[in-house]
């Protein structure tokens, strides 16, 4: 986790300058760090390295230009940085599985066919609850993506307080990583968020009674922020049942949620766990507020 703010920094240089040339003496600048010491941090955190995260991530944004704009491939190609349309359209099919102009033909009919259901249908897995759920909404988004085609997102429509809150959640049994630490990481964009977003996740027993907790209350994100990636550490310990994550939204704005994952990581990973122990007193105090 200590590199973590190191890694969100480089993304979010990373992704303001996706259009512009980008040097490995650019991201040494960027890093502080010796190129050889950084890429590997790099590749151990993020799973790829720093090379194909920066291809990965114009290649999805050329995807979302190619299905919701009429750009020429051509331009496209040398705006994110490509030799040719050729060297593009090779690394466009290899991620994509279709070349760029077959991609905005199959997915542009594919939307417009199935746009309502797609709009309309739940998504697999994932559901909304928080302090007033009828006042957010949840869905998948094809044009906000950091990898792959599409993303979820939570935004809100009616909220009326602050204080109201929702989460795109989803959960599942905790019997594969009983006795490890778990590190859950994802990539979060954010528009106008006014009084906090963040991950979160939680680890509870067969009664419910909550073990492990963070939801990023120390480290909120908050207002407009381009995609960055995000990590959560928790124990899971012999009693655990229950495995309940997702992504947190309190008062207005947008969230998008891609590319999570979960891996098992050595107990030199520090926990991330918000421990409410220390705020237990020992036996009642000041009980004639005089104190």
């Known amino acids: 986790m200590k590199n973590d703010w190191l890694i969100q920094k480089t993304i979010n240089w990373v992704e303001s300058h996706l259009h512009e040339q980008i040097s490995a003496d650019d991201i040494d600048a960027v890093s502080g760090l010796s ?52 060297s593009f359209t ?12 077959q991609y905005r033909k199959v997915m542009r009919a594919m939307r417009k066919n199935k746009e309502e259901s797609i709009m309309e249908e739940k998504i697999k897995g994932w559901f909304i609850s928080g302090s007033h759920p009828y006042n957010y909404e949840i869905g998948i988004d094809q044009k906000n993506v950091h990898q792959g085609k599409a993303s979820g997102y939570l935004k809100s429509k009616t909220v009326q307080a602050p204080d109201e809150f929702a989460t795109m959640m989803q959960q599942f049994k905790a019997n594969e990583f009983r006795n490890k630490r778990v590190k859950l990481s994802g990539f979060v964009k954010t528009e106008n968020v006014k009084q906090f977003s ?54 207005t704005g947008e969230v998008w949620l891609d590319g999570l994952s979960f891996e098992v990581v050595d107990k030199d990973t520090p926990t991330t766990h918000i421990s409410f122990d220390n705020h237990l007193l020992e036996e009642p105090t000041n009980l004639s507020f005089e104190e």
């Open 35 to 86: 190129r050889y010491h950084f890429h590997r941090v790099f590749q151990t955190s993020v799973g790829m390295s720093v090379t194909e995260y920066i291809r990965m991530r114009r290649l999805a944004n050329a995807a979302s230009i190619l299905l919701h704009t009429n750009e020429r491939i051509i331009d496209i190609a040398f705006y994110y940085q490509f030799e040719s349309q050729e």
């Open 90 to 101: 090779r690394a466009f099919k290899k991620l994509y599985g279709l070349p760029p102009g």
């Open 198 to 251: 963040g991950l979160w996740m939680r680890v509870d027993s067969a009664s419910e009674d909550s073990l492990q907790f963070d939801n990023m209350s120390d480290r909120p994100i908050i207002g407009t922020n381009s995609w960055n990636r995000y990590s959560i550490v928790l124990d899971v310990p012999e009693n655990s049942a229950i495995i309940a994550f997702g992504i947190l939204l309190a008062g």
